[in-house]
């Protein structure tokens, strides 16, 4: 029972905020929506068992893309006094808001603890489960059978590295010079400093 | 199937791999004069790759790897030897395009390795996560490649609209393998073939459109084509050869047999998108190249051209299209690298190239060896019997009349006639028109060597390759049917 009611719970507020994504007018205000929505996706996620791939939403999406779409949508020109204006008026939805997230917090470790939901029963052909958690049972999968792609997709990360690296790295030359550590700690005050005796009426020559 | 006996069926993958990595750590440590020893260090890793390959076809083919994610059969070493040879013609004629514009740098052999790597992967690809790995392998570094000379804009808008076009085909592939995954429930070649035998919904067919829309953006048929013209025009000139060659044989590859073996079963419904493709590549390639002035973007609209050739190849869904298909692949390589070796070599003493038309009026006079090098490719090209070139044709269209296709045959032969149209312009341009621009500067031997093997096998001696190049190409395509 408190399954059905966190799944609905979940899979309403998630296409809401899904909507709120492209409908918001703010952009912050869409990739926040948008982190609700990959919030409540984990949650459905717990509930049907699968808690690796829920952990991993929330660390893959929540924390670095939806923090990289907010570094780019903070280089967009957006007025921050006028965003700053409805903090009183909007303070009420923000505690609603806040309600609910406590609320699915409950719901969804309740209904985890109660057991995944019932997706129907594998049919017969289908290997069994390797491991008791889901975490060991892919790592048993992607560390022996899959292993060649598993290694292929790291050096596809690498490709991407270099990628990045041949387009954007410049040698670095600024026309100003550069600091040199070595050269400044070898200074003593015999060639750093030189007695000069002016003449009357002239300046310093060096 | 033993874990030893996996690594060494993909011995070539694991060797070019470990030769990337080395070489990455050497130009990291090395300055940038260097680059010219990495990239002979990768031309030799892709030699030796190219061996061990070849000596693959002797002990024990049909064999798969890693519990079924490769295999390794007379098919993939076909395709396979001929990606390595189009990576290798390219790695040796790119260094000097590259130091004249002062961007030479090891990275380029790297990628090229690490693409090499990705093709070699998807050629032999028996699942479908492993053709998704090896096609973002090779897309990536594609990707980069494109927009290697980066001081240059229009190398960058190649790199960027490559990559935006490229990754949206990647996803639209992604969709429908998920589709198919969903309804077969394998991502097994075989295990997908016995599914669909079984049961073909219609969800399974829209995931087959999916992957095969995907894939003709990768092979660049119509009409999934329109990023070619740019992204060949932007590219510096020694990629664009690249991509006009090696993935091209390495999608064309991936798509032969994943239209045999796992969708091999519903011909039917795969055939009429391949029929389609194949004839508008055929005419959008013949039409679109008629007003361009820039060498580079004809090349382009006449490689959109030949891929309409090869696809009716594939269209007939027989084990002689097929080999017909690999027989058209493996002239058209050399056709293509010997034209954009030649492009390559069309440069003036202060190292700009001679793009256009106008540049090259006249060059049966100022370079006499290089025009008639181009005559005979260009002839090749259009098809015209007694070069190589009209073999390819001449199999593929065979193989079309005896699968009962006599009209596909036939609208791909009358097209063929418009496509001839500008490949003789480019002869008529050369030989009878008068001089204007600068004339080309000498080329070093490298380029010579290069051009003279390709114009050698598309001469009329290439005829004697051909019982050769028949049985090879024969057992390859057997291989997949036999399989299936």
């Known amino acids: ?206 | 199937m033993s874990y030893a006996n996996s690594l060494y069926l993909t011995g070539a993958e694991i060797g070019l791999s470990i030769a990337g990595l080395v070489l990455l750590l050497a130009t990291a440590w090395t300055t940038r004069s260097s680059a010219r020893a990495i990239t002979i260090a990768a031309v030799t890793a892709l030699f030796g790759a190219l061996i061990f390959n070849l000596s693959l076809a002797n002990d024990g083919v049909g064999a798969a790897a890693f519990g079924g994610l490769l295999e390794v059969d007379a098919f993939s070493i076909f395709a396979k030897s001929l990606v390595y040879i189009a990576t290798i013609a390219c790695l040796i004629v790119a260094p000097r395009y590259f130091e004249d514009r002062g961007q030479f740098r090891g990275e380029f052999a790297v990628l090229m390795l690490f693409n090499a790597v990705g093709m070699g992967i998807m050629v032999s690809a028996v699942d479908l996560m492993t053709l998704y790995i090896g096609l973002e392998l090779s897309s990536l570094s594609s990707y980069v490649l494109a927009s290697f000379a980066r001081r240059d804009d229009k190398s960058s808008e190649a790199g960027l609209k490559y990559f935006i076009l490229g990754g949206l085909a990647s996803g639209i592939i992604l969709y429908g393998v998920s589709l198919v995954y969903g309804f077969s429930g394998t991502t097994s070649y075989d295990g997908v073939r016995a599914a669909f035998d079984a049961d073909f919904s219609t969800g399974a067919l829209f995931g087959v459109v999916f992957v095969l829309a995907g894939l003709a953006f990768k092979v660049a048929a119509v009409p999934f084509h329109m990023w070619t013209p740019d992204v060949y025009e932007g590219a510096p000139t020694p990629v664009t050869a690249f991509f006009a060659s090696a993935p091209k044989v390495a999608a064309v590859a991936m798509l032969v047999r994943m239209a045999a073996v796992p969708f091999g079963g519903q011909a039917e419904a795969w055939q009429q998108i391949v029929i389609f493709a194949a004839l508008a590549s055929i005419v959008v390639g013949a039409l679109g190249a008629i007003g361009q002035q820039n060498l580079k973007r004809l090349l382009a609209y006449s490689s959109i051209n030949n891929v309409g050739f090869i696809l009716i190849g594939l269209a007939a869904a027989t084990p002689a299209g097929i080999s017909g298909v690999l027989v058209y692949l493996s002239i058209y390589v050399f056709m293509t690298i010997g034209s954009f070796v030649a492009l390559l070599m069309l440069r003036t003493e202060k190292g700009e190239a001679l793009a256009t038309f106008d540049d090259i009026s006249g060059l049966s006079t100022s370079s006499p060896a290089l025009a008639w090098c181009l005559l005979a490719l260009m002839f090749s090209l259009a098809g015209i019997p007694p070069l190589f070139g009209f073999w390819g044709k001449f199999v593929v269209f065979q193989a079309a009349v005896q699968a009962d296709m006599i009209a596909l045959a036939a609208i791909g032969i009358a097209a063929s006639v418009i496509g001839a149209f500008y490949y003789i312009k480019f002869v008529k341009v050369m030989f009878f028109d008068e001089p204007k621009g600068d004339a080309p500067a000498k080329a070093p031997v490298s380029h010579w060597v290069v051009l003279g093997l390709c114009v050698l096998v598309i001469s009329p001696l290439g005829y004697l390759l051909t019982p050769w190049l028949g049985s090879v190409a024969d057992a390859a395509a057997q291989a997949l049917f036999f399989a299936a």
């Open chain 1, 1 to 206: 029972m408190i399954q059905t009611i966190a799944f609905y719970m979940f899979a309403i507020i998630m296409i809401a905020s899904a909507v709120m994504v492209i409908t918001a007018r703010n952009p912050v205000h869409s990739v926040l929506w948008l982190i609700l929505a990959f919030f409540n996706a984990a949650g459905l996620m717990v509930l049907v068992g699968a808690e690796f791939i829920a952990m991993l939403l929330v660390i893959v999406y929540v924390g670095a893309v939806a923090v990289l779409f907010l570094f780019v949508v903070m280089m967009l020109d957006i007025d921050v006094a006028a965003m700053r204006a409805g903090f009183i008026r909007n303070f009420p939805l923000g505690i609603v808001v806040a309600l609910i997230l406590l609320a699915e917090l409950v719901l969804g470790i309740g209904a985890y603890n109660v057991g995944a939901i019932n997706l129907g029963t594998p049919p017969a052909g289908d290997a069994s489960v390797v491991a008791e958690s889901n975490t060991a049972a892919i790592g048993a999968l992607l560390y022996s059978k899959y292993v060649f792609l598993f290694e292929i997709a790291g050096i596809i990360l690498l490709v991407a590295m270099i990628g990045a690296i041949v387009l954007t790295h410049r040698p670095s030359k600024s026309k100003r010079g550069q600091q040199d550590i070595g050269k400044q700690v070898r200074r003593n005050p015999d060639e750093a400093t030189v007695m000069k005796q002016p003449e009357v009426g002239k300046g310093v020559e060096l």
